[in-house]
């Protein structure tokens, strides 16, 4: 008996891996457009801005000064970018963590095989709701941005 209940998380396993390879590629493709943006349209205005700033007539630290000015949108831009993905993740990584507390105290009162579908059950809806916010969130970088659809 405790072949098959380890057989069926085993296979419980493999499914939420690849549940969670969804939710990377799904991200991954709502988020295309926000990071072309990022890393082709802002910069190349900033490599056209720092391109401008490279005068003779100026003395380095104005150069240097002049280049730091035309890279701040596209760090603005990043780190934006950046805390919206981690805020995104540390979301789903404390659902997920629920659900991993929950399987651990259901083996306890469970068998393991049932306790690990309850957490199959858990991660899928945790997934699921974390996925249903990601087009708010990509749509308020959008807008953030100023990127239009």
Do not use: W
Not at 41 to 49: G, R
């Amino acid at each position: 008996m405790d072949h098959i209940a380890a057989a069926e998380e085993q296979i419980v396993t493999e499914r939420i891996r690849r549940k969670l390879e969804e939710v990377n590629a799904t991200a991954q493709s709502q988020l295309s457009p926000i990071q072309d943006h990022i890393n082709f349209t802002l910069q190349q205005a900033y490599f056209k801005c720092a391109y401008e700033c490279f005068d003779r007539n100026r003395k380095q630290e104005e150069i240097a000064n002049c280049v730091e000015h035309c890279s701040v949108p596209v760090v603005n831009a990043q780190q934006h970018f950046e805390g919206e993905m981690s805020q995104f993740q540390e979301r789903m990584n404390r659902s997920l963590m629920v659900c991993q507390d929950k399987f651990e105290a259901a083996k306890l009162h469970k068998n393991r095989g049932d306790a690990a579908k309850a957490m199959e059950s858990c991660v899928n809806t945790s997934i699921e709701d974390s996925l249903d916010t990601l087009p708010h969130i990509v749509q308020r970088m959008k807008t953030s941005f100023s990127i239009a659809d």
